[in-house]
């Protein structure tokens, strides 16, 4: 029998910045609006694939606070897919034991869609098969700045003392307090960038960057992913000899 390794590993926590709509419709002569239709059964088949072989935290940036400055029309788009999204996944989500989560500002997002979410976050909160987050009208830095924030006034109020303040202390204070931080960072789409995402959780995973626009992301590519996850050594500062025992 093989040794275990960490060669087939299924990562803990994959995050995914889904880029590349806008320009695989416009590669197509369509309007930016059908990229995010198309991008929205890339989500499906991600969720799906990441919950079959294991995967506990699947993060997907699906609106940053900085998408707030896009066309009126492509933002109304965004949160009607958003929405119907929401709630045609519902039973699939009771199916498959999903949990879901919102990462982010939800009182930026309209009521409808507020309460859809807020309903779905309630219905799935037994479930704990996967626990899917929707990063949502997300940003890192202004997440730092809540959470300096709620900790300066506990800090005042007395019930944290400043000189002892840890890094643990900072993480149950993000919107991703409770969770692991992410393993592996995917972006689609070409860029490489961070784009305010996951600043803080992020600082250990491992980054994987495609060319290929996130409505061609389907579950093959979603595997090579992991496939490349499995190659890299993570030292986590120490040695490579420290990390294999050489
Ligand atoms: C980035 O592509 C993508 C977004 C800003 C939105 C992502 C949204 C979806 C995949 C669909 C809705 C999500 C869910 C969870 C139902 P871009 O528009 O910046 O592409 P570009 O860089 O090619 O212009």
Redesign the pocket.
Known sequence: MDAPDQHNLVPRHVAI??????????ERHRP?LF???A??E??REIVEVAREIGVAFLT?????TE?WN?PNL?VSG?MT??K???QS?LRTMLRNDIRLRCLGEQDRLPEDVRSVLRQAIADTNSCRGMTLN?A?SYGGRSELVGAVREMARKCLEGSLDWNALSETDISDHLFTAGQPDPDLLIRT?G?HRLSNFLLWQASYAELYFTEI???DFRKQQFLDAIQTFNLRQRRFGRTGAQVTGE
Do not use: C, Q, T
């Open positions: 910045i889904m880029d590349g709509n806008g320009r695989w419709a416009e930016r990229g995010h239709k991008g929205v890339s989500v997907l940036y699906a609106f940053s998408n896009r492509e965004l897919l958003l119907s999204y929401l996944e929707l949502l789409g860029e626009r996130w409505p």
